[in-house]
T-cell receptor, first 113, second 111 residues
Framework: IAGITQAPTSQILAAGRRMTLRCTQDMRHNAMYWYRQDLGLGLRLIHY???????GKGEVPDGYSVSRANTDDFPLTLASAVPSQTSVYFCASSDPIQVYEQYFGPGTRLTVT | TQLLEQSPQFLSIQEGENLTVYCNSS?????LQWYRQEPGEGPVLLVTVVTGGEVKKLKRLTFQFGDARKDSSLHITAAQPGDTGLYLCAGARGTASKLTFGTGTRLQVTL
């Protein structure tokens, strides 16, 4: 593993189902982030974690939850998916020194039907 | 509310042309980053600027941070097809590590 990995690559999900998007980094970065990217709206922050054991809400947190049990993993859970959560989801992390410089995973394309 | 506005939204040019992309805000940022994103991939960091008036060059790409740290520009000289992609600016405010992203400029460079 090098950098950030995300799984699955893509998923079609029925509305009302629960789904967890996985994110793992091997750079020992303290901070991690989840974004969604929608056409015309750019990247919007969903949740973030400045260090293991802590999480915070971003711009669009409703309908999503996160946990940060350790440094490497930062899963994003949709408890009951809705069609408006159809999007491309990106996980990112940042170096503890250069905290503003974020490194992104390849993304998960999620379609909620 | 979109704090960072990018212009133009779309740009289609021929190889060898020059172009400038703008990132504007009414807010002051402590630093500003530029990313490039290719289809099906995550954004990749190009540069960070932190000082008002700062200019950084990355081969044919020139980045400038406005004097008041509210805006930035990206200038590409002699564009090549490999420059094709979505260019995103992102600003950090204060000591927080959270970034605010612009809506992006989609650039296509054709032969």
């Amino acid at each position: 593993i090098a950098g950030i990995t995300q799984a699955p690559t893509s998923q079609i999900l029925a509305a009302g189902r629960r789904m967890t998007l996985r994110c793992t980094q091997d750079m020992r970065h303290n901070a991690m982030y989840w974004y969604r990217q929608d056409l015309g709206l750019g990247l919007r922050l969903i949740h973030y974690s400045n260090t293991a054991g802590t999480t915070g809400k971003g711009e669009v947190p409703d309908g999503y939850s996160v946990s940060r049990a350790n440094t490497d993993d930062f899963p994003l859970t949709l408890a009951s998916a809705v069609p408006s959560q159809t999007s491309v989801y990106f996980c990112a992390s940042s170096d503890p020194i250069q905290v503003y410089e974020q490194y992104f995973g390849p993304g998960t394309r999620l379609t909620v039907t | 509310t979109q704090l960072l506005e990018q212009s133009p939204q779309f740009l289609s040019i021929q190889e060898g042309e020059n172009l400038t992309v703008y990132c504007n805000s009414s807010s002051v940022f402590s630093s500003l980053q530029w990313y490039r994103q290719e289809p099906g991939e995550g954004p990749v960091l190009l540069v960070t600027v932190v000082t008002g008036g700062e200019v950084k060059k990355l081969k044919r790409l020139t980045f400038q941070f406005g004097d008041a740290r509210k805006d930035s520009s990206l200038h590409i000289t002699a564009a090549q097809p490999g420059d094709t992609g979505l260019y995103l600016c992102a600003g950090a405010r204060g000591t927080a590590s959270k970034l605010t992203f612009g809506t992006g400029t989609r650039l296509q460079v054709t032969l």
